[in-house]
T-cell receptor
Framework: DTAVSQTPKYLVTQMGNDKSIKCEQN?????MYWYKQDSKKFLKIMFS???????INETVPNRFSPKSPDKAHLNLHINSLELGDSAVYFC?????????????FGSGTRLTVV | DQQVKQNSPSLSVQEGRISILNCDYT??????FLWYKKYPAEGPTFLIS?????DKNEDGRFTVFLNKSAKHLSLHIVPSQPGDSAVYFC???????????????FGTGTRLQVTL
């Protein structure tokens, strides 16, 4: 039973399309995150939600819109996809925001924009 | 501005020997440090952590050392095994109060290959 699951695992799409990535955690955690791993393998935070409330919003183009319908789900919608959006996107969760907690990561969604 | 740095992109070690992975950070406000291990096509998995009040934490074959004055931490794996071959990420955060936004900042990773 996967703790943090993301769908789809692979996504190939054309420039200009709109796509969504879904994430669900069954750990009972309060806080969820989206990270982007670019071509240089740099893992960088994009967003964080705590109990459905947005608490971290890094400098991300507003074509990216996260949505958290409940604390177990955090989806990422991307409008007007660009070539530079190609990356691996990781969802993660932690018991609380702040504190001495690490994150549990999903297996990633490899997005390729052609 | 990369606040967590892993200057060695790769490391090759013979099975049974010690692997030492290094990490430097620049933000003196970081007070909690973690190591994650990542296999291809999988997400990072938590390995070991250390808070700034300690200088060493050990878990089986894995030991993390923290040198706050040098803003440096290292992960020692003894003895190294072929299954340890993976990318290792160093990460750091400020503890803050629970409920307060606090993000994990990652280094760029070191690829460890343990050879037979």
């Amino acid at each position: 039973d996967t703790a943090v699951s993301q769908t789809p695992k692979y996504l190939v799409t054309q420039m200009g399309n709109d796509k969504s990535i879904k994430c669900e955690q069954n750990l009972g955690h309060d806080t969820m995150y989206w990270y982007k791993q670019d071509s240089k393998k740099f893992l960088k935070i994009m967003f964080s939600y705590n109990n459905k409330e947005l608490i971290i919003n890094e400098t991300v183009p507003n074509r990216f819109s996260p949505k958290s319908p409940d604390k177990a789900h955090l989806n990422l919608h991307i409008n007007s996809l660009e070539l530079g959006d190609s990356a691996v996107y990781f969802c993660a969760s932690s018991p609380r925001a702040g504190g001495y907690y690490g994150y549990t990561f999903g297996s990633g969604t490899r997005l390729t924009v052609v | 501005d990369q606040q967590v740095k892993q200057n060695s992109p790769s490391l090759s070690v013979q099975e049974g020997r010690i692997s030492i992975l290094n990490c430097d950070y620049t933000n003196s406000m970081f007070d909690y440090f973690l190591w994650y291990k990542k296999y291809p096509a999988e997400g990072p998995t938590f390995l070991i952590s250390i808070s700034s009040i300690k200088d060493k934490n050990e878990d089986g074959r894995f030991t993390v050392f923290l040198n706050k004055s040098a803003k440096h931490l290292s992960l020692h794996i003894v003895p190294s095994q072929p299954g340890d071959s993976a990318v290792y990420f160093c990460a750091a955060k400020r503890r803050l109060n629970t409920g307060t936004a606090s993000k994990l900042t990652f280094g760029t990773g070191t690829r460890l290959q343990v050879t037979l």
